[in-house]
């Protein structure tokens, strides 16, 4: 087995609990925003996602994110989607994200322009996203692009892929393809229904997913009912406990609050689930409350990754 080449394989490669989480980068040519979000990050996650035009709208490039999260002195995690880019401009932004300090990757579909703010726009889709992780995988691994092409140095990406595991009719088998064409880790969308996951866990761990790939559960903790309601009706595969919600909205403005502790329960669980390898905390623009909920479940301060591969 190679050495580890990120932070984040290394303490995955050693049976710790990781935690990831993300930062977004702006709507403007600004990049304080992303140096704010990243600083309030240290110390707090083994590794940061840096998003690639969410919700298909235009926001500053990740490579840029990359290089703020690494200047903070986080290990960055480049999230690129297929949606936007051809295979040259993939390769392209696979090797620039490397020599700005990202070590991991977290290949996207993208969500589709029906839902940003360029719904006139053609998406590219040159190549899938079984394709994307090949690709990072050629390039670590055979030292090449696919033209032939040696490269020395060459990016040896850590490659994450998404799962949706609480859709309401579950295919594991969209995962193992991930996972056959070179994954190695798995972020899930966003979960408040521990008791389903605890049987999504069953089924991956009776298919050998968690032997195969890290599996890291995303969570988010909620603000009020409405929020929760808005998720609920316009997130895939994300489902808010009704009696989650009315907690939420008795609880006025202690809501945040108890979204908090909800959350912080949900990672405590998860911590006791046979194969899941860490979890992903998403602020949904508040960093202050990711360190609230890492901090209560007991998740800081992180453990130092010793790497073994430049």
């Given at each position: 087995?190679?050495?580890?080449?990120?932070?984040?394989?290394?303490?995955?490669?050693?049976?710790?609990?990781?935690?990831?989480?993300?930062?977004?980068?702006p709507?403007?040519?600004?990049?304080?925003?992303?140096?704010?979000?990243?600083?309030?990050?240290?110390?707090?996650?083994?590794?940061?996602?840096?998003?690639?035009?969410?919700?298909?709208?235009?926001?500053?490039?990740?490579?840029?994110?990359?290089?703020?999260?690494?200047?903070?002195?986080?290990?960055p995690?480049?999230?690129?989607?297929?949606?936007d880019?051809?295979?040259?401009?993939?390769?392209?932004d696979?090797?620039?994200?490397?020599?700005?300090?990202?070590?991991?990757l977290?290949?996207?579909?993208?969500?589709?322009?029906?839902?940003?703010?360029?719904?006139?726009?053609?998406?590219?889709?040159?190549?899938?996203?079984?394709?994307?992780?090949?690709?990072?995988?050629?390039?670590?691994?055979?030292?090449?692009?696919?033209?032939?092409?040696?490269?020395?140095?060459?990016?040896?990406?850590?490659?994450?892929?998404?799962?949706?595991?609480?859709?309401?009719?579950?295919?594991?088998?969209?995962l193992e393809?991930?996972?056959?064409?070179?994954?190695?880790?798995?972020?899930?969308?966003?979960?408040?229904?521990?008791?389903?996951?605890?049987?999504?866990?069953?089924?991956?761990?009776?298919?050998?997913?968690?032997?195969?790939?890290?599996?890291?559960?995303?969570v988010?903790?909620?603000?009020?009912?409405?929020?929760?309601?808005?998720?609920?009706?316009?997130?895939?595969?994300?489902?808010?406990?009704?009696?989650?919600?009315?907690?939420?909205?008795?609880?006025?403005?202690?809501?945040?609050?108890?979204?908090?502790?909800?959350?912080?329960?949900?990672?405590a669980?998860?911590?006791?689930?046979?194969?899941?390898?860490?979890?992903?905390?998403?602020?949904?623009?508040?960093?202050?409350?990711?360190?609230?909920?890492i901090?209560?479940?007991?998740?800081?301060?992180?453990?130092?990754?010793?790497?073994?591969?430049?």
């Amino acid at each position: 087995m190679s050495p580890a080449g990120s932070g984040l394989e290394a303490l995955v490669r050693a049976g710790k609990f990781c935690v990831t989480s993300e930062v977004v980068p702006p709507r403007s040519a600004d990049p304080s925003p992303l140096d704010q979000q990243a600083r309030e990050l240290v110390g707090y996650a083994d590794a940061v996602n840096v998003t690639d035009n969410p919700v298909a709208s235009a926001h500053m490039s990740p490579l840029a994110g990359v290089a703020a999260v690494a200047r903070a002195g986080l290990e960055p995690t480049v999230q690129l989607t297929v949606r936007d880019r051809n295979r040259l401009a993939l390769a392209g932004d696979l090797l620039g994200a490397w020599a700005l300090g990202a070590r991991n990757l977290f290949a996207l579909t993208g969500d589709p322009l029906s839902v940003g703010d360029a719904p006139a726009a053609l998406a590219v889709h040159d190549i899938s996203v079984l394709d994307l992780v090949s690709l990072a995988r050629m390039l670590r691994d055979e030292r090449r692009l696919p033209s032939g092409q040696e490269l020395d140095p060459a990016p040896a990406y850590f490659v994450g892929v998404s799962d949706t595991p609480l859709v309401e009719v579950y295919d594991p088998r969209r995962l193992e393809a991930k996972l056959d064409a070179g994954a190695d880790f798995v972020i899930t969308q966003i979960t408040y229904d521990l008791e389903a996951i605890v049987a999504w866990a069953d089924v991956i761990r009776g298919r050998g997913i968690p032997e195969r790939a890290a599996v890291l559960v995303g969570v988010a903790p909620l603000r009020g009912g409405g929020q929760a309601r808005y998720m609920n009706e316009h997130l895939p595969g994300v489902s808010v406990p009704e009696g989650l919600i009315a907690a939420l909205e008795a609880a006025g403005p202690e809501s945040e609050a108890v979204g908090t502790a909800q959350c912080v329960e949900i990672v405590a669980g998860l911590r006791e689930i046979p194969g899941i390898s860490g979890v992903h905390v998403m602020g949904l623009g508040r960093e202050t409350v990711v360190r609230h909920v890492i901090e209560g479940a007991g998740l800081f301060p992180r453990p130092i990754a010793v790497l073994g591969r430049a």
